[in-house]
């Protein structure tokens, strides 16, 4: 009986849990990336969202102030909720395990409505064909018209601010096929969400104090997070 139990209720306490991620107050700066928190199908236990928050989300803002001259700060982020008004009120957001967005018809109208008026997201952190397919699914509830294609090395994204070289940055546990840059393009035909399929771009930004990882995916890994917000904000 108490194995039953545990069944049922484990799916429901995370879901609970993860709106009790302790939020930030950003400072006012320039930019403040979003985290986004949208609706699950419970497939990585309702807390893909939440994966490396907030130390990724630290790590990568004090790089972006170290290299650039972006007014931001490493405290420049928070969790917004992507059915809420507030998703307009930061125009780049930060997408964690797309493969287990399920959303409410609130957050598609708000995904097509953020995109279509200039935001920009940055979609990380999952891997293999069932979530690329449930990613694939969400975007076309939201934009039926249009598809993701695959980026290569020639996109301006990838000369934005560092020159990257080479598009083989993966993280070593990912066991969903080689890594694949997507990309979505909003109303105008303008890149408006850079997608990092088999990879996990925050884990190197989350894990680069610890030593984990070899040091030129990590230091590629921050040069995309870079590249992606001098990009979305020169675009």
Same mark, same amino acid.
């Given at each position: 009986?108490?194995?039953?139990?545990?069944?049922?209720?484990?799916?429901?306490?995370?879901?609970?849990?993860?709106?009790?991620?302790?939020?930030?107050?950003?400072?006012?700066?320039?930019?403040?990336?979003?985290?986004?928190?949208?609706?699950?199908?419970?497939?990585?236990?309702?807390?893909?969202?939440?994966?490396?928050?907030?130390?990724?989300?630290?790590?990568?803002?004090?790089? &972006?102030? @170290?290299?650039? #001259?972006?007014?931001?700060?490493?405290?420049?982020?928070?969790? $917004?909720?992507? %059915?809420?008004? +507030?998703?307009?009120?930061?125009?780049?957001?930060?997408?964690?395990?797309?493969?287990?967005?399920?959303?409410?018809?609130?957050?598609?109208?708000?995904?097509?409505?953020?995109?279509?008026?200039?935001?920009?997201?940055?979609?990380?952190?999952?891997?293999?064909?069932?979530?690329?397919?449930?990613?694939?699914?969400?975007?076309?509830?939201?934009?039926?018209?249009?598809?993701?294609?695959?980026?290569?090395?020639?996109?301006?994204?990838?000369?934005?601010?560092?020159? &990257?070289? @080479?598009?083989? #940055?993966?993280?070593?546990?990912?066991?969903?096929?080689?890594? $694949?840059?997507? %990309?979505?393009? +909003?109303?105008?035909?303008?890149?408006?969400?850079?997608?990092?399929?088999?990879?996990?771009?925050?884990?190197?930004?989350?894990?680069?104090?610890?030593?984990?990882?070899?040091?030129?995916?990590?230091?590629?890994?921050?040069?995309?997070?870079?590249?992606?917000?001098?990009?979305?904000?020169?675009?």
């Amino acid at each position: 009986m108490p194995a039953l139990i545990l069944i049922f209720l484990v799916p429901a306490f995370a879901q609970r849990f993860s709106r009790f991620f302790a939020d930030n107050e950003p400072p006012p700066t320039e930019l403040v990336v979003a985290r986004w928190r949208f609706g699950t199908n419970g497939n990585i236990g309702h807390m893909g969202w939440s994966h490396n928050y907030p130390t990724s989300d630290q790590h990568i803002n004090s790089l &972006i102030a @170290e290299t650039t #001259i972006i007014n931001v700060e490493t405290m420049s982020y928070r969790i $917004v909720d992507l %059915g809420s008004p +507030d998703v307009f009120n930061y125009p780049f957001a930060y997408v964690s395990e797309p493969g287990e967005m399920e959303l409410s018809e609130r957050e598609v109208i708000n995904l097509r409505e953020f995109i279509d008026r200039g935001g920009f997201i940055l979609v990380d952190d999952f891997d293999g064909p069932w979530q690329f397919a449930q990613l694939r699914k969400q975007l076309l509830r939201a934009f039926p018209e249009r598809e993701l294609f695959r980026l290569t090395i020639d996109h301006p994204i990838f000369k934005a601010f560092y020159d &990257i070289d @080479e598009l083989n #940055i993966v993280a070593p546990y990912v066991v969903g096929g080689d890594p $694949v840059f997507y %990309g979505f393009n +909003d109303k105008h035909g303008r890149l408006a969400m850079l997608i990092c399929h088999n990879n996990d771009l925050a884990n190197f930004w989350d894990w680069i104090d610890q030593g984990r990882y070899p040091l030129k995916p990590s230091v590629e890994a921050f040069r995309i997070g870079i590249n992606s917000v001098v990009y979305a904000m020169s675009h």
